[in-house]
């Protein structure tokens, strides 16, 4: 029997990440909420990927690949040094690059952005969602349209009820079903709704 000195204790898993950058000016937006997200996680295994078309110039890309990480992981990392990071650059398509290297990686999670009006752009994020092995958190603009504009006598009553209503007399009318429901927390610790 070996000494209680000499065992090893066991190690955590770590959380293995895909962060799909697209050289954009949004990368750092993607990167921001996949280091978020990292941070979360005890030693998180993450793995910055950047798809390219061919094999031009990967001397530059792999540079601005490093810059834009490292200054990122200075941010969010802080004092823990037990992050481990890895840097690719991949020939070929995005909607096949990405999934592959999850799939190769056996990651927890897929971050990639969705930007732009352009379709190719969200036929790409949409193929990636489709085709990865694991969860994926797909990072967006939030200038996003709302179908509806907010009623203003409606933020009055929720503001005023402080949640408890939502709906102003009109948008609460019978006919019209939008249900809100504010969980107490007390109802929670105790194992149910109802």
Same mark, same amino acid.
């Given at each position: 029997?070996?000494?209680?000195?000499?065992?090893?204790?066991? /190690?955590?898993?770590?959380?293995?990440?895909?962060?799909?950058?697209?050289?954009?000016?949004?990368?750092?937006?993607?990167?921001?909420?996949?280091?978020?997200?990292?941070?979360?996680?005890?030693?998180?295994?993450?793995?910055?990927?950047?798809?390219?078309?061919?094999?031009?110039?990967?001397?530059?890309?792999?540079?601005?690949?490093?810059?834009?990480?490292?200054?990122?992981?200075?941010?969010?990392?802080?004092?823990?040094?037990?992050?481990?990071?890895?840097?690719?650059?991949?020939?070929?398509?995005?909607?096949?690059?990405?999934?592959?290297?999850? #799939?190769?990686?056996?990651?927890?999670?897929?971050?990639?952005?969705?930007?732009?009006?352009?379709?190719?752009?969200?036929?790409?994020?949409?193929?990636?969602?489709? #085709?990865?092995?694991?969860? /994926?958190?797909?990072?967006?603009?939030?200038?996003?349209?709302?179908?509806?504009?907010?009623?203003?006598?409606?933020?009055?009553?929720?503001?005023?009820?402080?949640?408890?209503?939502?709906?102003?007399?009109?948008?609460?009318?019978?006919?019209?079903?939008?249900?809100?429901?504010?969980?107490?927390?007390?109802?929670? #610790?105790?194992?149910?709704?109802?």
């Amino acid at each position: 029997m070996q000494p209680h000195s000499l065992m090893e204790t066991p /190690t955590l898993p770590r959380f293995r990440m895909v962060v799909a950058l697209d050289g954009s000016e949004y990368s750092e937006i993607v990167l921001e909420h996949a280091l978020d997200q990292a941070s979360r996680h005890d030693r998180p295994d993450l793995h910055i990927l950047r798809v390219v078309a061919s094999r031009d110039d990967i001397t530059a890309i792999k540079q601005w690949l490093a810059g834009i990480v490292l200054e990122g992981l200075e941010t969010f990392r802080g004092g823990h040094s037990d992050w481990r990071t890895r840097l690719h650059v991949r020939a070929g398509k995005p909607e096949h690059e990405i999934p592959d290297l999850a #799939a190769e990686v056996a990651a927890d999670l897929v971050v990639i952005g969705r930007y732009g009006m352009h379709r190719l752009w969200r036929s790409v994020a949409d193929k990636v969602v489709a #085709a990865a092995p694991c969860p /994926t958190l797909v990072v967006g603009l939030t200038q996003h349209g709302i179908t509806e504009p907010q009623c203003p006598a409606c933020a009055v009553v929720r503001e005023a009820s402080d949640g408890e209503r939502w709906f102003c007399a009109d948008h609460a009318a019978p006919d019209r079903l939008r249900l809100s429901t504010l969980v107490p927390s007390t109802t929670m #610790a105790h194992g149910g709704l109802w």
